[in-house]
Nanobody
Framework: QVQLVESGGGLVQAGGSLRLACVVS????????MGWFRQAPGKEREFVGA????????RYEDSVKGRFTISTDNIKNTVYLQMNSLKPEDTAVYYC?????????????????WGQGTQVTVSS
């Protein structure tokens, strides 16, 4: 069974940085899409970005382009979300999600495996 465990969330001031990590255990493959999503209170879960293995191609939602970067460490089976220049509107629970396909998608229903989420709070 596949398990995803996020870490790295916390409280940061506006303009600061955080790096989230998502460790994958169980079945692993170099043919995958790992997405990052976030959900703010009272809002729907939204796509932040994704990375495709094995070529490392990435895609980002417009509001985080140039500020967030997704990367992988295949030896550690870990995907990272580096978040810079954080804004109060980035406050949310952040989730990683996995699908065994290199077709990059942004819909939550296309990802069968999810982590438990990690809280990111950006103060103004």
């Amino acid at each position: 069974q596949v398990q995803l465990v996020e870490s790295g969330g916390g409280l940061v001031q506006a303009g600061g940085s955080l790096r989230l990590a998502c460790v994958v255990s169980g079945r692993t493959s170099n043919i995958y899409s790992m997405g990052w999503f976030r959900q703010a209170p009272g809002k729907e879960r939204e796509f932040v970005g994704a990375i495709v293995g094995p070529n490392g191609r990435t895609r980002y939602e417009d509001s985080v382009k140039g500020r967030f970067t997704i990367s992988t460490d295949n030896i550690k089976n870990t995907v990272y979300l580096q978040m810079n220049s954080l804004k109060p509107e980035d406050t949310a629970v952040y989730y990683c999600a996995l699908r065994w396909s290199t077709f990059m998608v942004s819909s939550t229903r296309d990802y069968p495996f999810w982590g438990q989420g990690t809280q990111v709070t950006v103060s103004s």
